[in-house]
């Protein structure tokens, strides 16, 4: 069983654990501890095999993670707050995790919780979340990858656009954006989003880890060498039980049972 944090709730359910950030009082803030136990908690459920996917959300239905703990910011100098932004990073935490991390974003997503969300492979919204990196307003700018991954993700001139006008924009705005991958009403948002998790997590392990390194890799180099990755990839695959019980499965045309071996 996951073990207890002060700041998250950690739940098993089935192949599908569900990490939710427990701020309410502060609409889900992310402050240092809050960063810490996230990675801890990544770190425990990398090594349980009975865990495939991950969710993140947030507790109530205000917030998933309104930003940073703004409080602490006052009094940092340039050099502490470089420090606090190279230890043990919760978003490069989430973005190497080897198995799928999906955000369950069921309401304010601004700053770094948006940074959190951008660092999870799939974003499932409710209709009545918000998103953005207000940061400009403050007179900083993203410091937790807000400007590569959002690049990445929707292009440098819808991101450009965010992170300037330090605008908020509403969930459907986001999907048009290319930010979320699905909206749905906020009373659904839970079991489409389990849904789709446990989806996935019927899959092969092996596959999975596989996937997700092939198309990171797709933003990350150039095509000649994301393709040669590929290959790579795609030959390991071979070396799996996983790989002949989908192969033998599909022609006795029967469901797999994966291993994750």
């Known amino acids: 069983m996951p073990q207890s944090y002060e700041t998250l709730l950690v739940e098993q359910r089935g192949r599908v654990a569900l990490i939710t950030i427990n701020r309410p009082d502060k609409r889900n803030a992310l402050n240092i501890k809050t960063r810490q136990e996230g990675a801890a908690a990544l770190e425990e459920l990398r090594e349980d095999e009975g865990v495939r996917v ?18 602490e910011f006052a009094g940092r100098t340039a050099v502490t707050q470089r420090d606090v932004m190279t230890s043990r990073s919760l978003f490069t935490a989430i973005d190497s995790f080897p198995k799928p991390v999906i955000a369950m974003i069921n309401g304010y997503c601004l700053g770094g919780g948006c940074e959190l969300a951008l660092a999870c492979d799939l974003r499932i919204a409710s209709d009545k979340a918000s998103l953005g990196q207000p940061e400009i307003n403050l007179g900083i700018i993203p410091g937790g990858g ?23 924009i509403d969930a459907q705005t986001a999907y048009k954006f290319g930010l979320v991958n699905l909206v749905v009403p906020a009373a659904d948002l839970e079991a489409k989003t389990m849904e789709i998790a446990n989806r996935i997590a019927e899959k092969s392990p092996v596959a999975l880890r596989m996937a997700k390194e092939a198309v990171k890799t797709a933003s990350r180099a150039n095509l000649d060498e994301g393709l040669r990755r590929e ?30 071996r």
Do not use: N, Y
């Open 54 to 71: 991950v969710v993140f959300t947030g507790a109530g239905d205000k917030a998933f993670v309104a930003g940073a703990d703004i409080a």
């Open 146 to 168: 807000g400007t590569q991954r959002l690049t990445h993700l929707i292009g440098e001139g819808k991101a450009m656009e965010l992170i300037l006008t330090g605008d908020i």
């Open 231 to 260: 290959i790579d990839l795609f030959a390991l695959c071979f070396s799996s039980e996983d790989k002949d019980e989908g192969v033998k499965a599909f022609l006795e045309k029967r469901k797999p049972e994966f291993k994750g």
